[in-house]
């Protein structure tokens, strides 16, 4: 197995990001989120953009998997869909980039972003939301998948909670995994590392200060509408 996968074997992989119009958007921001979660024993990274992934490999040596997030013109692909972003991630300093690996329309073929990532020195990780999905990202040559997309294209699950089954199908079919999606508590990143994912990624609970604050107001909302 590739050393930088090796080294993530059973880890906390926190994805520090923020989405656009967020305070917490700033470069500056997602440096010290990094820090705090190195700090808290995290041995990996997912970073959304190469601004951010340049400034946090200036503070650590860490596996670190990048993205971009951006719309393409006719094509739901917005992780990291192009080439072009493939390279600028890569070239930023991860280690890994990941792309949406899903069937959706889009503008270029998986192939195509795996072999660019591999042509900068990167690894390539396949965001898929189906065990089909899976198989056919590490035909074109993953180096690894992510459960990433479960719940986000419309031929997968719908639910509130992590694609357990997703995980179990593609440890039953012997593929490596990195299991990612609303795994928002320790227990059900601890179930996912039961299922025989590789790693780990845990975001929004830990790095979104403005998406766990909605979880409760609505929760104390729901209540407030029950007793009333």
């Known amino acids: 197995m590739n050393d930088v996968l090796s080294r993530l074997w059973g880890a906390l992989i926190v994805s520090v990001q923020a989405d656009d119009g967020s305070p917490m958007r700033d470069t500056g921001i997602i440096a010290a989120m990094s820090r705090a979660a190195l700090l808290g024993g995290a041995r990996g990274l997912r970073l959304r953009s190469p601004e951010d992934i340049r400034a946090v490999r200036a503070l650590t040596d860490v596996a670190i998997i990048g993205l971009t997030k951006q719309a393409q013109p006719g094509s739901p692909v917005y992780i ?49 939301s189906t065990l089909a999905e899976a198989q056919a990202a590490y035909a074109a040559g993953a180096d690894i998948v992510g459960t990433t997309m479960s719940g986000y294209t419309p031929h997968s699950p719908q639910q509130s909670g992590p694609d357990f ?29 039961a299922t025989g994912a590789h790693a780990v990624v845990v975001g929004s609970a830990i790095t979104r200060p403005d998406h766990v604050t909605r979880w409760f107001a609505q929760a104390l909302g729901a209540a407030g509408e029950r007793s009333s």
């Open 80 to 128: 990291t869909a192009t080439p072009a972003e493939v390279r600028a991630v890569a070239q930023a300093g991860a280690d890994i980039v990941a792309f949406d690996g899903t069937d959706l329309p889009r503008p270029f073929a998986v192939a195509d972003l795996i072999a660019e990532a591999h042509a900068c020195g990167a690894l390539a990780m396949a965001d898929v």
């Open 165 to 193: 089954t997703l995980m179990r199908e593609l440890s039953g079919a012997g593929l490596p995994f990195i299991a990612e999606g609303r795994l928002n508590t320790p227990d059900l990143a601890a179930q996912a590392l």
